[in-house]
């Protein structure tokens, strides 16, 4: 597959994708040429500020230069009380870090990832699983709602053509229209 314009000169840019959530947050690495895979899963720190630093060392080890938070809508698209906290601690998070920050609608994704990776297996002998069972699941379907968030942006980027899509610092908006043209 060969790229248009000017793009096949541009480096390729590393993204973190993030999915966060109340105690975990999963983050998935890639870029437009590989595509997104799931990374790990972190525990939520005590603060936005601690969650910042072990997101900035992570980011350096990975040469990332972007974050894609998922922002969870509402079913009509409207932004209810967790997308605005999730607002608030993404746009934190990227001032701490330095990072630009672009959002994508994370509607359905741990559903997605659930039928991706499948149900949650018994535990010993048949019976249901253990409390431990439990948390590595939830934590694999966390990162790998972090991997189709962020493979939905790099697919978005991807048919665009604009390696940099709409970024947002500080929490404001750019002020370029979008290019549907």
Known sequence: MSDSGDNSSAPLQRVLGIDFGERRIGVALGDV???AAPLTTLSRARTIEADARVLARLAAEQRAEVLVVGLPL???????????????WATAI???TGLPLRFRDERLSSVRAEERIGSLPRGRSGGPPSAAQR???RSRIDREAAAL???????????????VGPIENDNTRSEEPDDLA
């Open 94 to 96: 990227a001032t701490a």
């Open 74 to 88: 509402d079913k009509d698209g409207t932004e209810g009380l967790q997308a605005k906290r999730t607002r608030e």
């Open 135 to 137: 948390d590595a699941y």
């Open 33 to 35: 040429e590989s595509g």
């Open 149 to 163: 968030i962020l493979q939905d942006d790099l697919d978005a980027i991807r048919h665009t053509g604009d390696l």
